[in-house]
């Protein structure tokens, strides 16, 4: 078959042949593996976890700094989307339902109960509680049992109290569940099906819920993966559930027993694989061999993964890259909001070369979420996206701030990381903001 190769430069090319389900868990570990660059803390979880499965079983190693949870883990017990920032109950229950390490467990049981013991909890953080106590290996009382016939329990509750019953070994409730779940909310988007309920946010979440609950029954549902993740973009990142999921059908689909032969040709030569139980064939093709190298046969249920290593620089903090960040509202500049301000988040960048371009990166804290993009310079492209990271390119000649807009959602105390700049002509260079820490109180 025609078999196009991209152009790696002087790079040669990594071809992974094998079975498509493999080939499917490599290719979406592999990416989410090199996701762990932003702050929020799923994303760094994710990372770790992903380069772990690719270790243990694809005997691939992706080298990047290790990440580290403890700075997320507030006094509370609870963990934070940032680092230093107040703990969020959503993002703590997935990270002990993860079993990453790092966490101080004990403290994290502590911050589920205290949770637990205010008077004026909703159905929803109940769930979301009880599902972390779960996680953690922290049986249901039988009120929590109960819930499951409860009026009030949304399908994401379902979908979560489900998985925190199977993990305490009641699997046949996560049958039940996914099948009045599948019987009352399957829907359909852009040809895929999906869990349908109100919102945006809440029908990807079923989705991905859904599909992670069926493989804890030994089922697996790719499409539900699918197009869950497609539409991911639009919301919230969901690159925790992704791993997850990805780590769960690992464990429950065996190997194809069934040997597909691939033939290649290179230089002239033809080569053969096989990719029975498991095993993928490495292929490595040189820059000289790429125009040459064609694919003789494949058949069956096989794909083929193509990757190439770029060149990779040690970037190094410059003394003259210099950003400084302010918040502010209504033209004041401060640190402390109410639930529901529109708050301007501003750049200005200094030691910059005005023949250059810069790269900026940052994001939002926690309880922030985009309002809209603005800057003073039409050149600007810079962007605040639904996940909460800010980033785009400005010019190095540009005058001025460079702002985007936000809107405070949610009470709290929020500490925000470092923003970046880097030049794109060097990337070996960066400069960075300070922390900061912002809070956001109940409107008067």
């Given at each position: ?27 979406d570990l ?45 006094d ?46 909703s159905?929803?953080?109940?769930v979301l ?28 509750d ?75 973009g ?60 064609r ?93 909460g ?30 923003a ?25």
């Amino acid at each position: 078959p025609d078999y196009h190769l991209p152009d790696s430069g002087k790079e040669p090319i990594i071809l992974t042949i094998g079975d498509t389900s493999r080939i499917e868990a490599l290719e979406d570990l592999t990416t989410l593996a090199n996701s762990g660059s932003s702050l929020r803390v799923e994303r760094g979880v994710a990372a770790t976890i992903a380069r772990s499965l690719l270790e243990t079983q694809f005997n691939k190693t992706i080298s990047g700094e290790k990440f580290d949870i403890s700075t997320y883990q507030q006094d509370d017990g609870g963990i934070a989307l940032v680092p230093y920032g107040a703990s969020d109950l959503e993002a703590s229950a997935w990270i002990a339902y993860s079993g990453v390490g790092g966490v101080d467990r004990l403290s994290l049981e502590r911050y589920f109960l205290s949770i637990l013991g205010r008077t004026d909890l909703s159905t929803h953080r109940i769930v979301l509680a009880d599902f972390g106590l779960a996680s953690l290996g922290k049986p249901y009382v039988q009120a929590q049992v109960n819930l499951l016939n409860s009026p009030a329990l949304s399908p994401i509750d379902r979908l979560y109290l489900g998985l925190g019953l199977d993990r305490l070994g009641a699997t046949e409730y996560s049958r039940i569940i996914v099948r009045d779940t599948l019987k009352d909310f399957s829907g359909e988007q852009g040809g895929y099906p999906i869990i349908r309920v109100d919102g945006l946010d809440t029908t990807i979440q079923a989705t991905f819920l859904t599909a992670l609950l069926k493989t804890t029954y030994g089922d697996s549902d790719d499409s539900l993966l699918h197009s869950a993740t497609v539409l991911q973009g639009k919301t919230k990142p969901t690159d925790l559930l992704r791993v997850l999921y990805r780590a769960r059908k690992l464990a429950i689909t065996p190997y194809n027993a069934i040997s597909y032969p691939v033939k290649i040709q290179k230089d002239g030569k033809e080569e053969s694989y096989e990719t029975a139980g498991g095993r993928m064939a490495t292929v490595i093709i040189t820059p000289e061999q790429r125009d040459s190298f064609r694919i003789k046969e494949i058949n069956g249920d096989v794909r083929a993964l193509i990757q190439y290593k770029g060149t990779v620089t040690k970037a190094d903090k410059s003394s003259d890259l210099k950003l400084e960040r302010t918040f502010s509202r209504n033209g004041k500049s401060g640190s402390s909001f109410s639930v529901g301000d529109v708050i301007r988040i501003a750049y200005t960048a200094q030691g910059t070369d005005a023949q250059g371009w810069y790269e900026l990166s940052d994001t939002l804290p926690a309880g922030f979420i985009p309002y809209t993009v603005f800057s003073s310079n039409k050149m600007l492209t810079i962007a605040a996206q639904p996940d909460g990271t800010i980033q785009g390119y400005f010019p190095g000649s540009h005058n001025g701030d460079i702002y985007v807009y936000a809107r405070a959602i949610a009470s709290g105390q929020y500490g925000v990381g470092l923003a970046q700049i880097r030049p794109i002509a060097n990337s070996s260079l960066y400069g960075v903001s300070s922390t900061a820490t912002v809070s956001v109180a109940q409107p008067q």
